[in-house]
């Protein structure tokens, strides 16, 4: 199950049965057109989704007013200040990584902005809350569950130049980054970017 599927399994039976209600509204409402625009998002191969225009029409089910750009720009804000700490170059003028640049330095920079200055963190005291599951909301409150903190992880990540990928551990949601050498490195968003080793990932 990817990204998507699991903030859907976030929602419950609730988004899923509407989704399948789609067709039934009497007019072309708001909601009905987020349903169809999710619809064909999803009938992409997974490789082709875009999880992050996913995850905002998820939201927009809830918050119908959603203001996507805002979104798009606070996630922007975030990596220019990741990508000032490692001294990089403008993104419109220079948005790859340079090769010297050590991916673990990237991740040290990516973790000092969302974690120790920006206090991103794992709602642990009301993890149940929806607004978790809402990356709107995850990026006001700085409080989400394991799935919102990983796409907020990659979508900076990629915006700073760096692929990071999501995985599903049997009871976790974290991401992953292959180094240069080919390692790879493990990493939880909802422990402020702990490293896991693969004993732990196992």
Not at 122 to 131: S, W
Not at 133 to 157: C, D, K, M, Q
Request: glycine share 6%; hydrophobic share 40%; with cysteine.
């Amino acid at each position: 199950m990817g990204i998507i599927g699991y903030l859907l399994a976030s929602h419950g039976d609730s988004w899923l049965n509407a989704f399948g209600m789609k067709n039934n509204f009497s007019k072309d409402t708001a909601q009905q057109r987020t349903y169809r625009a999710f619809e064909t998002l999803i009938a992409n191969k997974d490789a082709a989704i875009d999880l992050l225009q996913g995850a905002l029409l998820i939201a927009s089910t809830a918050y119908p007013e959603l203001d996507t750009s805002h979104s798009l720009a606070q996630l922007d804000a975030l990596a220019c200040r990741v990508r000032a700490v490692l001294a990089l170059p403008d993104p419109h003028t220079s948005p790859e990584l340079p090769p010297e640049i050590d991916h673990m330095d990237v991740l040290r920079a990516m973790n000092q902005i969302l974690f120790e200055e920006e206090h991103f963190h794992g709602n642990r005291t009301d993890y149940f809350n929806p607004d978790n599951s809402f990356l709107n909301r995850v990026l006001e409150e700085r409080a989400g569950i394991p799935i919102t903190l990983s796409l907020l992880y990659i979508e900076v990540g990629k915006r700073v130049g760096i692929e990071i990928e999501g995985v599903a551990l049997p009871y976790q949601f974290v991401v992953s980054c292959r180094l240069p050498t080919d390692d790879i490195i493990y990493i939880d968003p909802y422990e402020q970017g702990l490293q896991l080793s693969i004993e732990k990932c196992k």
